[in-house]
């Protein structure tokens, strides 16, 4: 499979706990981007990242999330401390420059309870 | 904050028939733009891009950018039920293209068969 992969497809956690969720871009893409999309809601930009490097943030809130591309294995983005407004379905799509298409993984539905 | 406005729909059409789906952009600067098909419960799905004025066809579909009028229209010809679904119309949030997507909420396409 040569998409973008993206797992848990599905995510279920209590309120306070922690939730991580990963994407491995295509192949010969370097370029990773999250989003999230809240029910009856659009997309939203959350963050761009390149290898080890976090190019643009500031679609994410400040406080319990994060997000990391390292030099091996997939991108993470992080939420602490989850609430119920977190769940959401998060999804993350890859370019092979930053002048290029993004393409989408099958995305991670979070449920918090 | 640069902006991208859809009319959220539903736009009905029957089967057989011309599908225009309208998308209008803030940001004067923006360089490219890519339309998005979303199925309810799945992940966006790239089908057009398009960076100069004027048209771009690809098979049944047709992308047109118009940057004086700062819109960018996608047509879908002899319009199947398969097409019903949400179109998203995007643009890179910095307009230049080296930065995540800024999305439009989305026309709800309806194919009447």
């Known amino acids: 499979n040569a998409g973008v992969m993206q797992n848990p497809r599905h995510l279920v956690r209590r309120r306070g706990q922690e939730a991580r969720l990963r994407c491995s871009p295509m192949k010969g893409h370097s370029h990773v981007y999250w989003y999230r999309q809240l029910p009856e809601e659009g997309l939203k930009f959350m963050v761009y990242?390149?290898?080890?490097?976090?190019?643009?943030e500031s679609g994410m809130p400040k406080e319990r999330f994060s997000a990391e591309f390292p030099k091996e294995g997939p991108s993470i983005l992080r939420i602490q401390q989850v609430v119920r407004g977190d769940s959401a379905a998060y999804f993350c799509?890859?370019?092979?420059?930053?002048?290029?298409?993004?393409?989408f993984g099958p995305g991670t539905r979070l449920t918090v309870l | 904050q640069k902006e991208v406005e859809q009319n959220s729909g539903p736009l009905s059409v029957p089967e057989g028939a011309i599908a225009s789906l309208n998308c209008t952009y803030s940001d004067r600067g923006s360089q490219s733009f890519f339309w998005y098909r979303q199925y309810s419960g799945k992940s966006p799905e790239l089908i057009m891009s398009?960076?100069?004025?004027g048209d771009k066809e690809d098979g049944r579909f047709t992308a047109q950018l118009n940057k004086a009028s700062q819109y960018v229209s996608l047509l879908i010809r002899d319009s199947q039920p398969s097409d019903s679904a949400t179109y998203l119309c995007?643009?890179?949030?910095?307009?230049?293209?080296?930065?995540?997507?800024?999305f439009g909420k989305g026309t709800h396409l309806i194919i009447q068969p």
């Open positions: 398009i960076y100069s004025n």
């Open positions: 995007a643009a890179p949030r910095s307009g230049g293209g080296a930065d995540g997507l800024t």
């Open positions: 799509a890859s370019s092979r420059s930053s002048y290029n298409e993004q393409f």
């Open positions: 990242l390149q290898k080890e490097n976090i190019i643009d």
